[in-house]
């Protein structure tokens, strides 16, 4: 199946500081990606929907200030956590979207452990 | 309101026995039903995705089920292993080809034990 990467696997921070997260289609070309959120014990929640070339959209909620996407290629999407503060302490998943046969299905990366000290 | 609701919220077996867990939902305009297995610090992986045509549908031990008039997904994982030990999420797709229009179930946490 599809490949997604996400680098890196885990970081530790301090307060304050920003934190860029990588995501990585590997083996297809992904128009779109997209960025989750998962609190322990929690669903995942979206935060933004990347496209390629264009603006994120946000979901209701999330500061575009503060968690900035850029998608810059049809492989790469970014998510960079500015001013990052303990609250901010997550597991931040992306998914690629993939086009074929009779519809699309999205692949998870393996997410990114974010603690903000 | 878009909802997916799953139960039991956990469950505990023993190796090598069969588990259902359930999946309800209430999504209109229904495109299709995925099931996921996250691992603990892990991302999810597909082990299933159904269509409103599709009532059943296997991955080696894993076996799916829809019933779209009633709205209801089934997950059957037969002779349960230890590495069965995980979250299975059940995420209903809205509209066909929408962007990031998945309504994701809380999740079944699912542990085999010796």
């Known amino acids: 199946g599809a490949v997604v990467s996400q680098h890196p696997s885990w970081v530790i921070c301090k307060s304050g500081t920003s934190v860029k997260i990588e995501c990585r289609s590997l083996?297809?070309?992904?128009?779109?990606m997209f960025w989750y959120r998962q609190f322990p014990k929690q669903s995942l929640m979206l935060m933004a929907t990347s496209n390629e070339g264009s603006k994120a959209t946000y979901e209701q909620g999330v500061e575009k200030d503060k968690f900035l996407i850029n998608h810059a290629s049809l492989t790469l999407s970014t998510l960079t956590v500015t001013s990052a503060h303990p609250e901010d302490s997550s597991f931040y998943i992306c998914?690629?979207?993939?086009?074929?046969?009779?519809?699309?299905?999205?692949?998870f990366g393996p997410g990114t452990r974010l603690t903000v000290l | 309101k878009n909802q997916v609701e799953q139960s039991p919220q956990s469950l505990i077996i023993l190796e090598g026995k069969n588990c259902t867990l359930q999946c309800n939902y209430t999504v209109s305009p229904f495109s299709n039903l995925r099931w996921y297995k996250q691992d603990t610090g892990r991302g999810p992986v597909s082990l299933t995705i159904?269509?409103?045509?599709?009532n059943t549908k296997s991955n080696g031990r894993y076996t799916a089920t829809l019933d779209a008039d009633t709205k209801q997904s089934s997950l059957h994982i037969t002779a349960s292993q230890l590495s069965d030990s995980a979250s299975y999420i059940c995420v209903v797709s809205a509209i066909e080809g929408s962007q990031g229009n998945l309504i994701f179930g809380k999740g079944t946490k699912l542990s085999v034990k010796p």
């Open positions: 998914s690629a979207r993939f086009l074929a046969g009779v519809g699309d299905t999205q692949y």
């Open positions: 159904m269509t409103f045509s599709e």
């Open positions: 083996d297809f070309q992904a128009t779109t």
